[in-house]
């Protein structure tokens, strides 16, 4: 049985927020003008008690975490995921012990080191030397032992050239390259990691991804990850925690917590039913009765790896006789980029009217064709001889899709993100 080596209990943290100052007289000045004279609202507003930067609240007090619970075992490897401001960053924090709990316990059995933020953890003015042995010293490392893994951690940042430089002089880049190859080769039992590697190329990403699968598999170190690159989080980790407001929405296996992620945070529909055709979307010539995407298994889901074919079903009811009907499909990536359309050309449905009853059509869009990202579809039925559309609903359907890197097809042995609409798998040859 793996030993317990983080347990978080009732864990709870909140900020103090009351009238602030704006840094300058001339602006104080400014804002009073604005909001008592003017009577114009205060970009200064008091935030709400909830972690809802959406919510306008009376107020001074905002719980960024509010009774978190959870525990991590020797070597897991945690992803921890969530919207922007949902208190990923804030966890880290306190699990780091940079700030403190408002309530609740935490009990920690090792040294913990953190990559949290560019500027966290290294003293500007000292050079990329020092700060190595500085941060193994804050760790209860000796200097003989800091020294055995200098030549290490320069050669994995690649900063050699620089490294008796002052860090303050360090692009952003650079930074983060040290601040990784400190945390992750010195000797601590916890690695906990923010979205900091956003910072790096991709081929220091892969590096990095690399290094932490190796600490957490093959060192039995604890890996704590927060990212919302979610191939990279089902890639590295087995586990996932899902923050939402301040409170954990999900914990468990690291695929259905990014299931639920995409399905419910980023607000992918995987499937749809009207059982009252009074109330479901339609026209007088038919009914829609059930919408799905369809995983590999047969299975209703919103999440498919690049290498699999990503099918969705369609279920209507036609209420007149004698009409001839097609149907249509768009997709739509996250940015609202119409990536492609598709028409039902099966000359057999368009030569045979349909009479009234329930049918049922689905339509595949191949493996290796669409690009990482999230999808929205639209469903349209099209009257065939004139023609006419009868019906169009955007949004009916949504998924979203990530390269597990489990295969080669499509992007040889290149393992960082492929910029692009379409991510398709061509047929190269040698002439």
């Given at each position: 049985m793996k030993e317990t080596v983080i347990k978080v209990e009732n864990l709870s943290k909140a900020y103090q927020i009351g009238q602030i100052g704006t840094g300058?007289?001339?602006?104080?000045?400014?804002?009073?003008?604005?909001t008592k004279v003017l009577g114009k609202e205060d970009t200064f507003y008091k935030i709400g008690e909830a972690n809802d930067r959406s919510v306008k609240g009376s107020s001074d007090i905002v719980w960024s975490l509010r009774d978190i619970n959870f525990e991590i075992q020797q070597g897991d490897a945690v992803g921890i995921i969530g919207k922007n401001g949902a208190g990923k960053s804030t966890l880290l924090k306190v699990l780091s012990r940079v700030t403190g709990p408002t309530e609740g316990n935490i009990k920690v059995?090792?040294?913990?080191?953190?990559?949290?933020?560019?500027?966290?953890g290294f003293h500007p003015e000292l050079t990329g030397r020092e700060n190595i042995f500085l941060n193994g010293a804050i760790l209860g490392m000796r200097k003989k032992e800091i020294r055995a893994k200098l030549d290490e951690i320069i050669d994995f940042s690649g900063v050699e050239r620089y490294i008796d430089t002052p860090v303050k002089r360090y692009s952003s880049g650079m930074y983060v390259r040290l601040a990784f190859a400190v945390a992750a080769h010195l000797d601590s039992?916890?690695?906990?990691?923010?979205?900091?590697?956003a910072v790096g190329d991709a081929e220091f990403q892969k590096k990095c991804l690399g290094k932490m699968g190796e600490i957490s598999k093959g060192e039995g170190r604890t890996v704590l990850f927060v990212s919302h690159n979610m191939s990279a989080v089902s890639r590295l980790c087995t586990k996932g925690i899902l923050i939402s407001n301040g409170k954990i929405l999900q914990t468990g296996n690291v695929e259905e917590v990014v299931e639920t992620y995409l399905k419910v945070a980023v607000g992918n529909k995987s499937a749809d039913s009207w059982d009252d055709l009074s109330k479901a979307p339609g026209s007088e010539f038919f009914k829609l009765r059930d919408v799905r995407m369809i995983g590999p298994a047969g299975q209703v889901t919103g999440f498919f790896d690049v290498t699999e074919p990503v099918r969705a079903e369609f279920t209507y009811e036609v209420l007149k006789d004698g009409e001839r009907y097609t149907h249509g499909l768009n997709v739509f990536n996250d940015q609202g980029v119409h990536i492609l359309s598709s028409h039902h050309s099966n000359s057999e449905s368009l030569e045979i009217p349909s009479k009234k009853g329930v049918y049922r059509t689905s339509v595949e869009i191949p493996a290796n064709l669409l690009a990482e990202g999230g999808y929205e579809l639209s469903f349209a039925i099209m009257k065939y001889k004139p023609f006419e559309v009868i019906f169009h609903k955007m949004d009916i359907l949504g998924f979203s899709v990530v390269d597990e890197l489990q295969s080669e097809d499509g992007r040889g042995s290149y393992s960082g993100k492929l910029p692009g609409l379409v991510r398709s798998h061509l047929k190269w040859t040698n002439i």
């Open positions: 300058t007289i001339s602006r104080d000045i400014e804002r009073f003008v604005r059995k090792g040294r913990i080191a953190s990559l949290l933020e560019v500027g966290t039992e916890i690695l906990i990691v923010d979205e900091v590697l």
